[in-house]
């Protein structure tokens, strides 16, 4: 079941669109929200709540970059690898998470802080290489500037 | 020099409020438009303004409203979504029109609502613009509480409310019949055309989708008329545009200039050159999925018309640029490996193709690849181009290969005969 909060944030959304199951993206968004990535049970509960079944939820969940169907950790910093964050040198800052914290695309640190995932470009390629980490976008990254950023996240 | 679209965005990009965005005029053409104006005559207007979408396609944006049935017996409701699902590698420009002036996209949504008649309108916003979202929210709870949107819209008996919708990533939503599908609650998959959106939309219905930099047009085109516009350009095609530059250049960012302004103009005179110790060898002048240009097009005129003569795309107009110290096959492989991932995997050649062709560059990249490759990779740009998939994403992740091996053959050829990447400094060079 979708937790009251859950629930609320889903019914907020509902007027806005012709039938209910047009919120299976929505409602996915909002699961994660509260529950930090989509469980095999909160496919259930967002299928129930749309009148879906699993499997088309899961159709859905599995196809969006964004929404997470495994684990992730605390903070999920999605590092730009597109074109002009390449020609700007992001391979140098993958190569600095590599070492600094042992992870690479699609690996989390074994403490459950940071994953790290690619991200299609973000749309900050006048200040190549970018990332976005929770609802902010830094830019011109430099190995020193991952650094400062990374103490700051607990 | 006419700016209409960036001249009131401030240097800092704190977005203009309701009562800073009336000051410059703001909301003037709806009121407009409303008391003078027919839905069919604004229609009317943006056709004759000749203004084309800048999400890419470049097609004429009031041809595609008049494709929308008018009248009491059309199909209801119709929608108007405006198309904020700016995705393409290397483009900027969309970010910065909602983050500086969103009511000026708010209008420009509003009066192409009103031109087909539209109940309803979606604001598809991309999941990673987060501040633009905030922005948006609050212009959109603004308009509503001045009476620019809702019922009876500043007394003219119109009808017509927006909701902001943020996606859940993937690039392909930006095709705007999978973004139907995304906007339905679905798997963002391309929909087979015809039938074409404005007469089967979204849920089945007429609906119009247009990019972000195209409405922002609206208001002054109704406000200022469709032979300024017209005047804004020096050639044939109308209008300013919003145009890019990233990598190596000294002062990568956005200029609104006329259409049609030189590639040279752009990149020696606004990106302010090359960075030192780096030469000019090309560019993909719009986007991911537009050909390169090469030195011999510096004096191109980059409008619709003569990118396509030059054989490349205007696409988006942000342009990425490469220079002699970056590997033009480690960029292709960027690319490629981008289009791959990005795939929706609904048609086989897109699905199968991209990642064949991401292992062969790989490949060639580091130093395995063979004498055949060359020919081989051609036999997909062949086979993944135009008519051949689902959709024009493949045909548009094929353009820089194909290009690539037209200019930069000698550069495929270094690698297969020196066995890797003779690029000390390319980026991808660095990780092998």
């Not at chain 1, 409602?27 to 709540?49: M, P, T």
């Not at chain 1, 390629?125 to 996240?153: F, Q, V, W």
């Not at chain 2, 017209?230 to 044939?236: D, K, M, N, V, Y």
Request: negative net charge; hydrophobic residues 40%; glycine residues 10%.
């Amino acid at each position: 079941m979708l937790s009251p909060a859950e629930q609320a944030a889903l019914d907020a959304e509902l007027p806005h669109y012709p039938a209910r199951r047009a919120l299976c993206i929505e409602a996915l968004k909002i699961v994660q929200h509260h529950r930090g990535w989509i469980s095999d049970e909160a496919l259930r509960d967002v299928a129930l709540a749309l009148g879906m079944t699993p499997h088309e939820v899961d159709s859905v969940a599995t196809f969006y970059n964004l929404l997470y169907r495994r684990p992730v950790g605390r903070h999920v910093l999605h590092l730009c690898d597109s074109v002009s964050c390449w020609v700007m040198g992001c391979d140098g800052i993958c190569d600095h998470f590599r070492n600094r914290l042992g992870i690479s695309f699609g690996e989390t640190t074994p403490d459950g802080r940071f994953t790290l995932l690619p991200i299609p470009c973000l749309g900050d390629c006048d200040h190549a290489p970018s990332l976005m980490a929770g609802n902010r976008i830094h830019g011109n990254l430099t190995p020193e500037k991952l650094d400062r950023l990374l103490d700051e996240l607990d | 020099m006419a700016r209409p679209l960036t001249e009131h965005i401030r240097h800092d990009r704190t977005p203009l409020d309701l009562p800073a965005y009336e000051r410059t005029g703001g909301y003037q053409a709806l009121r407009k438009a409303l008391a003078e104006h027919a839905p069919a005559d604004v229609t009317e207007i943006v056709k004759s303004s000749r203004l084309q979408g800048r999400g890419g396609a470049g097609f004429f944006t009031g041809m595609k409203w008049s494709f929308v049935p008018m009248g009491p017996d059309a199909p209801r409701p119709k929608y108007f979504i405006c198309n904020a699902d700016e995705m393409e590698p290397g483009t900027f420009k969309d970010r910065y029109l909602m983050e500086g002036n969103p009511h000026q996209l708010l209008e420009g949504m509003i009066l192409g609502a009103y031109a087909i008649e539209a109940e309803t309108g979606y604001l598809f916003l991309r999941a990673e613009y987060h501040r633009c979202a905030e922005i948006l929210a609050q212009a959109l709870a603004d308009a509503r509480r001045a009476g620019y949107l809702g019922i009876n819209i500043l007394g003219s008996g119109f009808d017509h409310d927006i909701h902001l919708h943020t996606s859940a990533g993937r690039y392909i939503c930006g095709e705007e019949t999978a973004l139907l599908n995304a906007l339905e609650g679905r798997r963002a998959i391309p929909r087979a055309k015809p039938p074409f959106p404005p007469v089967v939309g979204l849920f089945g219905k007429p609906t119009i989708v247009n990019n972000v930099e195209t409405l922002c047009n609206i208001p002054h085109i109704i406000r200022n008329g469709a032979d300024w516009f017209r005047s804004l350009a020096p050639g044939e095609e109308a209008g300013t545009k919003l145009y890019g530059a990233s990598g190596r250049v000294n002062l990568p960012g956005l200029w609104e200039l006329p259409l049609g302004t030189p590639l040279r103009e752009i990149i020696e005179g606004h990106a302010g050159g090359m960075q030192k110790g780096h030469r000019f060898r090309g560019v993909i002048p719009g986007g991911a999925s537009t050909d390169f240009l090469v030195e011999e097009h510096l004096e191109l005129p980059l409008d619709f018309k003569s990118v396509a003569q030059a054989g490349s795309r205007l696409g988006t107009g942000t342009m990425i640029v490469l220079d002699d110290r970056t590997c033009p096959v480690g960029m292709v492989l960027n690319l490629e490996r981008f289009f791959a991932r990005e795939s929706c995997g609904w048609c086989t050649p897109c699905r199968d193709g991209l990642p064949w062709v991401e292992k062969i560059l790989q490949a060639i990249e580091n130093g395995h690849g063979r004498e055949d490759d060359l020919d081989l990779l051609r036999h997909h740009a062949r086979m993944l181009g135009p008519g051949r998939t689902f959709c024009a994403f493949a045909p548009g992740a094929v353009e820089p290969l194909q290009s690539a091996l037209k200019y930069f053959e000698d550069d495929f050829r270094r690698h297969l005969q020196g066995r890797g990447c003779p690029y000390r400094h390319s980026p991808a060079a660095a990780t092998a």
